[in-house]
C-alpha cells in the first residue's frame, strides 16, 4: 500500500511532459513551413530582381543604339527625327517605370529578409511591419498605376484623362523620379491643343523643378517651339540656341538646328559646345 502512493503523480508528469513535446514538435513543424515559404518568395523574387536588371540593361543599350543611330542620320528630315525621338522618349519611360519596379522589388527582398532573421532568434513571432504610410497613398491610387493610366491615356490621344492623372501624379507623388515626366506630359498636352502660353509656363517647371531629369532637354526644345507659335521669334531662337549650348550631343539639339536652318537663324559653333553646364 506504502509503493502505490507515489505512481499516481508520477503518471501524470509523464503525461504533461508527452503534451509539452508534442507541442514542441507542432511548433518545430510550423517553423519549418514558414521556412520553406520564406525562401521560396525570396527565390521568386530573386528572379523579378534579376528579370527587371536583364530587362533595363536591354532597354538601356536600345536606347543608346538608337541614339547613335539617330546621330548619324542627321541629314534626315525633320518628321522622321520626330518619330525617332518619339520612340527614344517611349523607351525611356519604359526603362523608368521598371527602375521604379527594381527598386520595390529590391525593397520587398530586404523586407522578408528581415522578416526570416526576427522569426529565427528564440521563436519570435512578431508580425511583419505592414503598416502604409498616411497620407498620400490612401488619396490616390499607387504611384506606377496612377501614372501608368495616365501614359497609356495620354498615348491614346485621351488628353483630358491624362492631364488630370499626371495632375493627381504631381499632387500625391512630386517627390519620385517620374514626376518630371508627368510635369512635361502636362505641358505636352497643353502644347498639342495649342495653348502654348501655358505650356511655356509649364515647361518652365520641368526645368527649374527637374533641371536633372530625362524630360529636361525635351523641355527646353518644346519651350522653344511654343515660343516660336507666339510669335516671339527671337526668345525661341535663343531658347534652342541654349539648348544646343546645354545639350549639345542629344537628340534633341539636332532637333534644335533643324528649326533654326529651316528659320534661317544661326546655331551656336561647335568651340560654344564646350560651355557645360
Sequence with gaps: ?????????????????????????????????????????????????????DNVNKLTESVQTMQKTLQQQNADSQTKIDQV??????????????????????????????QQQNL??????????????PGAASQAPPADVLYNNALRD????????????????????????????????????EYHAGDFQAAVADYDKVLERFPGGNKAAAAQLKKGYSLLELGKKDAGIRELNAL??????????????ERLHKLGASTPRSASSNKTH
Design 1 to 53: 500500500m506504502m509503493l502505490a502512493a507515489p505512481l499516481t503523480p508520477a503518471f501524470a508528469v509523464s503525461k504533461e511532459i508527452v503534451q509539452l513535446q508534442t507541442q514542441v514538435q507542432d511548433l518545430a513543424d510550423r517553423m519549418d513551413k514558414m521556412q520553406q515559404s520564406f525562401d521560396e518568395r525570396m527565390g521568386i523574387m530573386r528572379n523579378l530582381v534579376e528579370q527587371s536588371t
Design 120 to 133: 529565427q532568434p528564440g521563436g519570435a513571432t512578431g508580425a511583419p511591419a505592414g503598416s502604409a504610410n
Design 154 to 189: 495620354y498615348n491614346s490621344a485621351r488628353y483630358d484623362l491624362a492631364m488630370g492623372q499626371f495632375q493627381d501624379y504631381i499632387k500625391y507623388y512630386s517627390s519620385t523620379d517620374l514626376a518630371g515626366n508627368a510635369q512635361y506630359y502636362i505641358a505636352d498636352i
Design 244 to 257: 544646343i549650348q546645354r545639350y549639345p550631343k542629344s537628340i534633341e539639339a539636332t532637333q534644335a538646328r
Design 85 to 114: 525621338s518619339g520612340q527614344i522618349q517611349a523607351l525611356n519611360d519604359s526603362i523608368d517605370e521598371l527602375k521604379a519596379r527594381l527598386a520595390r522589388a529590391s525593397k520587398q527582398l530586404e523586407d522578408m529578409q528581415n
